[in-house]
């Protein structure tokens, strides 16, 4: 099986711009989770989706949004850029066990945002 | 406030040593504690969790409640545990989905 991917792998923006940052779940895995890495801060929870819900949701501005696609791909946008949004944007994907999601988290190689 | 804290960043030990990594928590109700890895140019992966109570690669982990505390445990390191370990937590039942995680620890075993 194909694992998590995630497109762009690296992106360049300048302040006030938006990004769009793009996921594909190993097939069969239906919800999708996105994290925040920087140094600072290290891994922070940015939103869960599975059936085109947002299940949960980090504490986060509402310049960060996402959704997910019928077919379990999920996007997140970031608009209005800020010099602090540059991070490695992770996601990942699982399959849902029971009511709530207790499957093991697959991660993707990530999108590295820099923000100038 | 829920928080995961890994004391270490870097953590350096002879190849052969017991190693230790550790993992503090704070959390109002019953959690699930993992462990996950990062190996040098390999994506963030599952090692253990505390429910499955096994052994990966040598690793155990035990969750003290009393002390709040899931330290990683490997009695005889090897090179190849070199990676960076995080040690994350949900709510118990809850979504895996949404992990706190702690901001890492960086071993290194030495040759």
């Known amino acids: 099986k194909a694992g998590v991917t995630q497109t762009p792998r690296y992106l360049i923006k300048t302040r006030g711009q938006q990004v769009t940052l793009s996921c594909s779940p190993i097939s069969g895995h239906r919800s999708v989770s996105w994290y925040q890495q920087t140094p600072g801060q290290g891994l922070q929870f940015l939103f869960e989706?599975?059936?085109?819900?947002?299940?949960n949701k980090g504490n986060f501005p509402g310049r960060f949004s996402g959704r997910q696609f019928s077919n379990s791909r999920s996007e997140m946008n970031v608009s209005t850029l800020e010099l602090g949004d540059s991070a490695l944007y992770l996601c990942?994907?699982?399959?849902?066990?029971?009511?709530?999601?207790?499957?093991?988290?697959?991660f993707g190689e990530g999108s590295r945002l820099t923000v100038l | 406030a829920q928080r995961v804290t890994q004391p270490e960043k870097l953590l350096s030990v002879f190849k052969g040593a017991p190693v230790e990594l550790k993992c503090n928590y704070s959390y109002s109700g019953s959690p699930e504690l993992f462990w996950y890895v990062q190996y040098s140019r390999q994506r963030l992966q599952l090692l253990l969790r505390?429910?499955s109570r096994e052994s990966i690669k040598g690793f155990t982990a035990d969750l003290n409640k009393g002390e709040t505390s899931f330290h990683l445990k490997k009695p005889f390191a090897q090179e190849e545990d070199s990676a960076m370990y995080y040690c994350?937590?949900?709510?118990?039942?809850?979504?895996?989905?949404?992990?706190?995680f702690g901001k890492g620890t960086k071993l290194s075993v030495k040759p």
């Open positions: 990942a994907s699982s399959q849902r066990v029971g009511a709530s999601n207790t499957g093991e988290l697959f």
């Open positions: 989706y599975f059936s085109e819900t947002q299940r």
């Open positions: 994350a937590l949900t709510s118990h039942g809850g979504s895996q989905g949404n992990l706190i």
């Open positions: 505390h429910i």
